[in-house]
């Protein structure tokens, strides 16, 4: 069938008033390779044009199927110069515009594939109603593989893999297990290269809410930071460049003695000043390691004091040399002395010399007598003299009128001064995550 039309009104116009096709186009010859039905237009208008008016209609305006094993449909716009898409599909109605479906449980190939090998996106998913409270897009599975998987496989590319762009007031990105039988990792990001796993950055200078916020109402670790490489490198650096606040702060809002804000398994290094409300070595009891605990308090002082102290053995004439480290006096000023006779009184037990060379002398003691010695100093390092402890000091103007320690005046934990280095804002909840 041929039909040629030269005017500007239809070529072919089929009319079914019946339940049946208007239209039944087929090739029974399997050896004919050439297109059952073809359609040019060199006019202005649409090529084909497929309309079911009978709004109870409930069939498909345009059915494609093939038995072959080749595509069942093929869209293609060969003018390089058009800048339109070559299927456009517009729904006017309230169900999918698009809907596609692999019917063969043992099909393994891609259900939607989108390729492009020009520079624009391979796909963009746009919601034009500032109403819709909808996903965008929305990825989900009834296997057992992943619901979405994004890979660059490009060795070069410098370009991120993900990218979530948001100008709104929500969250940049949810990640909820709703499973509460599943124990695997909510989020995971492995590295195989030289760069930052993850990076979390606050770019506006006016925000102060927190970068990095982790909760956890089970029993578990809330975070945990972990280096398996026997050489070098830390489990977790924290640095505060230019600013007056913190650069960690931890806390724990619970009462009791047992209700830690931090716990360290191994040696702490602090290399500034350490500012504690008390302090105290904690072992396992020498007399009873299995079942109790022993304690100590540190001994303080107003100065950045050191303490020395020995036992010595007088010579014949009661007197005798104490040797300090060879460091002593370059360490030390404002020297102090305690002598305390063992074994006997000794009233006339005295400082015959002062410290000079990183020594001082005992006199006045009986012969072979012994002898303790206490010496203590006033540090006068490099640091030390820069960094002097401040023993009074008036609280700035956010922290007057609330204390440290508001539990020891029986005040309400919401006085205390470590509540403002949390901010402001409202713990995030699960209720209202869209699934």
Known sequence: LLINNLGKGEALSIWANGSGRAAHFRTMDPQNNQITFKITNY?????????????????????????????????????????????????YGSNKSLELKN?????????????????GRVAEFFTMNQNNSSATL??????TGKAAEFICDNSNSQSTVLTLHHIGRGKGLDIYLANSNNNSNGLLITHSGNGRAIEYNLTNASNNSIGLYASSVGSGNIAYFSRNHTTSGNAMVFMLSNSPAYTLY??????????????????????????????????????????????????ESPDMKNIYDGIIILDNNGEAYVTLPNYFEVLNKDIRYQLTAVGASAPGLYIAEEVSGNKFKIAGGKPNMKVSWQVTGIRKDAFAEKNRIIVEEWKNETERGKYLHPEAFDKPASMSIG?????????????????
């Open 103 to 119: 019917s063969t449980p043992t099909n393994n190939a891609s259900v939607i594939l989108a390729s492009s090998i020009g520079t």
């Open 138 to 143: 929305y990825s989900g599975t009834l296997g």
């Open 43 to 91: 006019g202005k208008n649409d090529a084909a044009y497929f309309l079911i008016p009978n709004q109870t209609n409930n069939r498909v305006a345009l059915y494609v199927e093939t038995y072959g094993i080749g595509n069942s449909a093929v869209f293609r716009s060969l003018n390089s110069s058009s800048n339109t898409p070559a299927v456009m599909i517009d729904n």
């Open 419 to 435: 509540n403002q280095y949390f901010g402001n804002n409202e713990l995030p909840t699960i209720n209202n995550i869209e699934k």
């Open 250 to 299: 931890a806390g724990n809002s619970s009462s009791g003695t047992n209700n830690n804000a931090g716990y360290f398994s191994g040696r702490v290094v602090v290399t500034s000043i350490l500012s504690k409300g008390g302090g105290s070595f904690k072992i396992d009891h020498p007399l009873d390691p299995e079942n109790k605990y022993l304690s100590h308090s540190f001994v």
